[in-house]
């Protein structure tokens, strides 16, 4: 079975500067799908980026980046410029790819609570 | 295009009672999934339903259950309810199924007393 790991619980950044959140991930399966999802405290769940992972390039949305390490199984999001309203919750998720649509099952980690600092 | 949008938003029940959610798609998406989110076991997938048949289940009780509509519309069910059902109940859509991104609905919070 898959699984996704957020071993940092709490993370803090200083409004302007970067953070990187970490994420590993366990699978056996070559054709897959990873993503950041974001979470305030509103509830509402927020796509932030995705990577697929038959392609080497690292996702880019804006200040949010990826580091994509398939060898590794590693999945970490750079936020750049951090802005208040980026803090929330984040989570890891992961979905294993099947051409016949067979299986659309996230898989989330933990999430880690990311807080700015003014 | 408006988002996922479910009703209700908060739900206060006692145990024993039976519970429906509603979960309306993004416009053409036909492809519904459901989470539980609980602060001890995280976020968890429920079912998953496609052309108003279920094509995925996750490890969870017979006490929950759920269909979808000829207009993608999907409903989830809980009966007998226990102390633990307690959670934030998200629904997510996809256009297809397989490879497209979940987009999420704002949940539904259910209490349990």
């Known amino acids: 079975a898959q699984t996704v790991t957020q071993s940092q619980p709490e993370m803090s950044v200083q409004e302007a500067e970067t953070v990187t959140l970490s994420c590993t991930y366990d699978t056996s399966e070559s054709d897959y799908y990873l993503f950041w999802y974001k979470q305030p405290p509103s509830r509402q769940m927020i796509l932030v980026i995705r990577?697929?992972?038959?392609?080497?390039q690292n996702a880019t949305e804006n200040r949010f980046s990826v580091n994509f390490q398939k060898a590794a199984k590693s999945f970490s999001l750079k936020i750049s410029d951090s802005q208040l309203g980026d803090a929330a919750m984040y989570f890891c998720?992961?979905?294993?790819?099947?051409?016949?649509?067979?299986?659309?099952?996230?898989?989330f980690g933990k999430g880690i609570t990311l807080s700015v600092r003014p | 295009k408006a988002g996922v949008t479910q009703t209700p938003r908060y739900l206060i029940k006692t145990r024993g009672q039976q519970v429906t959610l509603s979960c309306s798609p993004i416009s053409g998406h036909r492809s519904v999934s459901w989470y539980q989110q609980t602060p001890g076991q995280g976020l968890q997938f429920l079912f998953e339903?496609?052309?108003?048949?279920?094509?995925n289940k996750g490890n969870f009780p017979g006490r929950f259950s759920g269909r979808q509509f000829s207009n993608s519309r999907s409903e989830m069910n809980v009966s007998t309810l226990e102390l633990g059902d307690s959670a934030l109940y998200l629904c997510?859509?996809?256009?297809?199924?397989?490879?497209?991104?979940?987009?999420f609905g704002p949940g539904t919070r259910l209490t349990v007393l």
């Open positions: 998720a992961y979905r294993r790819g099947d051409p016949t649509g067979a299986n659309s099952k996230l898989t």
């Open positions: 997510a859509s996809s256009l297809v199924r397989g490879t497209d991104t979940q987009y």
């Open positions: 339903y496609f052309s108003e048949t279920q094509r």
């Open positions: 990577q697929e992972a038959y392609k080497q």
